[in-house]
């Protein structure tokens, strides 16, 4: 059974129009003009618990917007939200204590207890969410090791390294154990290792929770190692829904091919795509229906040392979806 139901979401601001120059700000005081624009465009989609659900696209797309009406921050302007049978925009305190909201920006505790440490938070929020003193323990012991927060708990907030913050504010967002997590940048400005080890973090926890999360991120190496299903939205509309590793074949049907020759290939004659690198190397793209075949041919005519097939990762397959001309 869906744990989140999305069907038609719109969501429309209304923001101030402005011409430019002293003349436009004149104008707009006496007499201000405002326009519509709709961040969401009928957006439908389901979420079943234990899955993470890739959502990403471009700057302005409309991924913050979602997350924000399912977690009640904002109402939609039409269509159907529920969330764990709820409606998010009234904010039902029984609502509330089964969600969380993580971003990559900041945090409850970067906010509230910036000078606090986080022990000092996590307390803060077993009072707010009515937990008591022995499912705060068992809950705080199953997040502190595999986030290696165990001995920063006396440290100030403001003192910890961005990734150990991150990592804190994760904790905090979990504490409560919420069935359904919304990741919002989760692993943005981390270095490599953090966001490996955050990556495998959720990884496990979902796993061993069945937590329902969605999840939106620019590093696309965050969505291919995680999410089940991939939506991609683009100016407030999904233009894809499916397996991630489909939407290579959908968007992008090419794929990159390097062959090491066992002997100099000046006069060999490679297909069409491939072209030669230094004497010895030959690389391009081909298309993925004829790779199959073009290496059988080049496998029974020349000599050859190595041969790689590399298919395009998911950040260089949006970007050429989204920067292709339109029709």
Same mark, same amino acid.
């Given at each position: 059974?869906?744990?989140?139901?999305?069907?038609?979401?719109?969501?429309?601001?209304?923001? %101030?129009?402005?011409?430019?120059?002293?003349?436009? #700000?004149?104008?707009?005081? *006496?007499?201000?003009?405002?326009?519509?624009?709709? @961040?969401?465009?009928?957006?439908?989609? !389901?979420? /079943?618990?234990?899955?993470?659900?890739?959502?990403?696209? %471009?700057?302005?797309?409309?991924?913050?917007? !979602?997350?924000?009406? #399912?977690?009640?921050?904002?109402?939609? !302007?039409?269509?159907?939200?529920?969330?764990?049978?709820?409606?998010?925009?009234?904010?039902?305190?029984?609502?509330?204590?089964?969600? @969380?909201?993580?971003?990559?920006?900041?945090?409850?505790?970067?906010?509230?207890?910036?000078?606090?440490?986080?022990?000092?938070?996590?307390?803060?929020?077993?009072?707010?969410?009515?937990?008591?003193?022995?499912?705060?323990?068992?809950?705080?012991?199953?997040?502190? /090791?595999?986030?290696?927060? !165990?001995?920063?708990?006396?440290?100030?907030?403001?003192?910890?390294?961005?990734?150990?913050?991150?990592?804190?504010?994760?904790?905090?967002?979990?504490?409560?154990?919420?069935?359904?997590?919304?990741?919002?940048?989760?692993?943005?400005?981390?270095?490599?290792?953090?966001?490996?080890?955050?990556?495998?973090?959720?990884?496990?926890?979902?796993? /061993?929770?069945?937590?329902?999360?969605?999840?939106?991120?620019?590093?696309?190496?965050?969505?291919?190692?995680?999410?089940?299903?991939?939506?991609?939205?683009?100016?407030?509309?999904?233009?894809?829904? $499916?397996?991630?590793?489909? #939407?290579?074949?959908?968007?992008? %049907?090419?794929?990159?091919?390097?062959?090491?020759?066992?002997?100099? @290939?000046?006069?060999?004659?490679? %297909?069409?795509?491939?072209?030669?690198?230094?004497?010895?190397?030959?690389? $391009?793209? *081909?298309?993925?229906?004829?790779?199959?075949?073009?290496?059988?041919?080049?496998?029974?005519?020349?000599?050859?040392?190595?041969?790689?097939?590399?298919?395009?990762?998911?950040?260089?397959?949006?970007?050429?979806?989204?920067?292709?001309?339109?029709?």
């Amino acid at each position: 059974m869906a744990v989140v139901v999305v069907n038609r979401l719109v969501r429309v601001f209304t923001r %101030p129009r402005k011409a430019p120059g002293l003349r436009g #700000l004149v104008r707009f005081y *006496l007499r201000p003009e405002y326009e519509r624009v709709e @961040a969401l465009r009928g957006v439908s989609f !389901t979420l /079943e618990a234990g899955e993470i659900l890739g959502y990403v696209g %471009p700057n302005g797309a409309g991924k913050t917007t !979602t997350l924000k009406v #399912l977690s009640g921050v904002l109402h939609p !302007t039409r269509g159907h939200v529920e969330v764990l049978g709820f409606e998010p925009w009234r904010r039902q305190d029984r609502f509330l204590r089964q969600i @969380a909201l993580v971003t990559g920006h900041s945090g409850f505790l970067q906010e509230v207890a910036w000078d606090l440490t986080p022990m000092d938070g996590f307390r803060l929020l077993k009072d707010l969410y009515g937990l008591s003193e022995d499912e705060f323990r068992r809950n705080l012991e199953a997040l502190l /090791e595999p986030l290696d927060l !165990t001995g920063l708990l006396e440290v100030p907030i403001r003192r910890l390294s961005l990734g150990q913050r991150v990592r804190a504010e994760l904790v905090a967002s979990l504490l409560h154990r919420p069935r359904v997590l919304f990741l919002d940048e989760p692993t943005l400005g981390l270095d490599i290792v953090s966001q490996h080890r955050l990556r495998d973090f959720l990884r496990t926890y979902v796993q /061993e929770t069945g937590t329902a999360v969605i999840l939106t991120s620019h590093y696309m190496r965050d969505v291919e190692e995680l999410a089940h299903r991939l939506l991609v939205l683009h100016q407030g509309r999904i233009v894809y829904e $499916g397996p991630v590793e489909t #939407l290579a074949e959908r968007l992008m %049907p090419v794929r990159t091919v390097q062959v090491v020759f066992a002997e100099p @290939a000046v006069h060999f004659h490679l %297909p069409p795509g491939l072209s030669l690198v230094d004497e010895l190397t030959a690389r $391009g793209t *081909l298309p993925r229906d004829q790779v199959q075949q073009i290496i059988a041919e080049l496998l029974s005519r020349y000599p050859i040392q190595d041969l790689t097939v590399e298919e395009p990762d998911l950040e260089t397959v949006l970007r050429h979806f989204f920067e292709a001309p339109t029709p």
